[in-house]
């Protein structure tokens, strides 16, 4: 099981979100290499980015900060990106400056035609965001509810061939209330690729609860605002997942 620190960014600064609110924003670094490197040293075995004015604005926003970070990684572990990638030259772009896997979201909703040529062009290096409340995906920075039901466009994903589900629970993402891993286990269940939950985590309990049930096909969890509020103490978690997993 994978504890993967969430490095948000915004205006160059690492940042977390209240249910995905840009408003609802706290700066917890100003130096996001510095952050990416933090993690790393304390046994941190992937790192989940996301360009928060990226996704806003449907294009990359903070690419010198995403720079910044994979240097300072230097390929000591693989990083994973999402947030306003529309198209093949972005993708390509990220992969080229050393990000391992490229995460899409609204636009894998919204353009699947996409989605699929994506997953052609660069087969291994493609993971699809699936954000919902209620069973139900949302898009555009969780704005809009879709009617489309998350397991369903999962398995049509799953037949593109990307490489894994990050599924976030956006009532709980940000607010500390433990994740939702009935909802979570439900999508691995249907699924024959990998599961990423994303939302909740708050605690080493949470983490039990979520190695408890790695073996539907669940193999990591992104944690953001506990391990920068000092929730969960994040070297703590990874050494725990790896004793039970």
């Not at 040293?41 to 360009?51: A, F, P, Q, S, T």
């Not at 965001?129 to 994903?157: E, M, R, Y």
């Amino acid at each position: 099981m994978l504890i993967i620190p969430a490095i948000d960014l915004k205006d160059g600064h690492c940042v977390r979100l209240k249910q995905g609110l840009m408003e609802e924003s706290t700066v917890f670094s100003e130096d996001p290499g510095a952050m990416a490197r933090h993690w790393v040293d304390r046994g941190g075995k992937r790192l989940h980015l996301v360009d928060l004015n990226g996704a806003f604005a449907g294009k990359p926003v903070n690419e010198a900060a995403i720079k910044a970070i994979v240097k300072a990684v230097g390929g000591d572990i693989p990083i994973q990106l999402g947030g306003g990638i529309r198209d093949l030259e972005t993708i390509e772009r990220y992969l080229d400056n050393g990000i391992d896997y490229v995460i899409i979201g609204t636009a894998a909703v919204k353009n699947p035609g996409f989605l699929h040529e994506a997953c052609y062009a660069f087969p291994g290096q493609i993971i699809v965001g699936l954000d919902a409340k209620d069973g139900k995906v949302a898009v555009d920075g969780w704005s809009k509810l879709t009617g489309h039901d998350v397991i369903d466009l999962a398995k049509k994903f799953e037949d593109y061939g990307v490489n894994a589900i990050v599924y976030t629970d956006i009532g709980r993402d940000g607010m500390l209330t433990g994740v939702n891993i009935e909802a979570t286990v439900a999508l691995a269940q249907a699924l024959t690729i990998p599961v990423i939950a994303s939302g909740g985590v708050t605690n080493l309990d949470d983490v039990r609860k979520l190695c408890a049930v790695a073996s539907e096909g669940i193999i990591g969890t992104i944690t953001g605002r506990a391990i920068y509020e000092g929730t969960l103490d994040f070297t703590a978690a990874q050494a725990l997942a790896d004793e039970l997993s």
